[in-house]
C-alpha cells in the first residue's frame, strides 16, 4: 500500500462524542458488530477500534459484497478470520442477508451465556453495538434487521448523530451509532479510497484528486471497465487532460472554453461509484 502522507484532519463534534459515549458503553456491550465497505476492507476498518471496544467479541460484516470483486475481497475475509473474527458477508439491499448477522449474534451469545452460567450466572441478553465509518450502509442494515424503517438512510456521510437502542427481538438490543473516523487522515491511499467510495464528504478532498485516482484504480485492475464505462483504452497518468478529453467526447460531454469540463467529468467519475454504476471493484 501507498504511505503517501496527506494532510486532512475531519473530525466533526459528534465523531468525538460518539467515541466518548461508546467508552462510557463498551462494558455493557456483549458483541460489536463492525461494518466496512466489502471493496474497502482495510481502508474502512476503524482504525483505533481496538482501543475502544476493548476485549469484546467482534463480527465483522462485510456490507455491499455484492459490488466488490469477490476474488480480492475474499483474500481480506481470509485475513480477518485469521485474526478470529466473525465474518458475514452482506448485500444490504438483500432483505434475507441480515438473518445471517442475527443467527451470528445469538451463536457468539451462546458462548457468553454458557461462560456465565459456569461463574452461578443467569443468561442474559445480547447487547450488540453496530459501528463504521459514515456512510457504509448501517442505517439500510438496521432497518432491514427490525424490519422496519427506525433509522434515517441518506447516500451521504453523517445521517446518524446520537446512540440509539434498538430491540431486534427477546434476544438482542441493537446500539447504534454514527459514523466515525480517526482524527487525522494521514495516508493517501486510504483517505482516497475512502473518498471514492463516498465515505468521506466530497468538499474534504478535491473532486479531481479523487477521480484520478479512481482511474488508476480501474487502470490498475479493471480495465475492462475503465474502457466500457469512460472510453479510456490505454490510460496515460502524465496525459490526464487527454484522459478527460477522452472521456468527454465519450460520454458527450460538451467542452468548457475549448477545455474538457473538468469537474462536471470527475463529479461524473466519481457518481459511477457512488451509485453503484460501476460494481464488482475492489480497491484495497
Known sequence: MNENKTNINWYPGHMAKTKREIKELIDTIDIVISLVDARIPISSYIKDLNELIKNKKVIIVFNKYDLCDKDKTDKFIEYYEGKYFKVVTCD?????????????????????NFKRKEKGL???????????????GKSTLINKIVG?????????????KNLNTLRINDKIDLVDSPGILWPKLDNDEIALNLASMGIIKEEIL??????????????ESYKDILNKELGIKEFEIDDIVNMYEIISKYRNIPFKDGEADYDRISSL?????????IKNITFD
Open 148 to 160: 422496519k424503517k427506525v433509522a434515517n438512510v441518506g447516500n451521504k456521510p453523517g445521517v446518524t
Open 92 to 112: 444490504s439491499k438483500n432483505s434475507n442477508d441480515y438473518k445471517k448477522i442475527v443467527s451470528t449474534c445469538e451463536d457468539a451469545m451462546k458462548d457468553i
Open 122 to 136: 443467569l443468561p442474559k441478553k445480547a447487547k450488540c453495538l453496530i459501528i463504521g465509518v459514515p456512510n457504509v
Open 269 to 277: 467519475i466519481l457518481n459511477l461509484v457512488k451509485n453503484e454504476t
Open 206 to 219: 478535491p473532486i479531481d484528486k479523487v477521480a484520478v485516482h479512481i482511474l488508476k484504480k480501474l487502470n
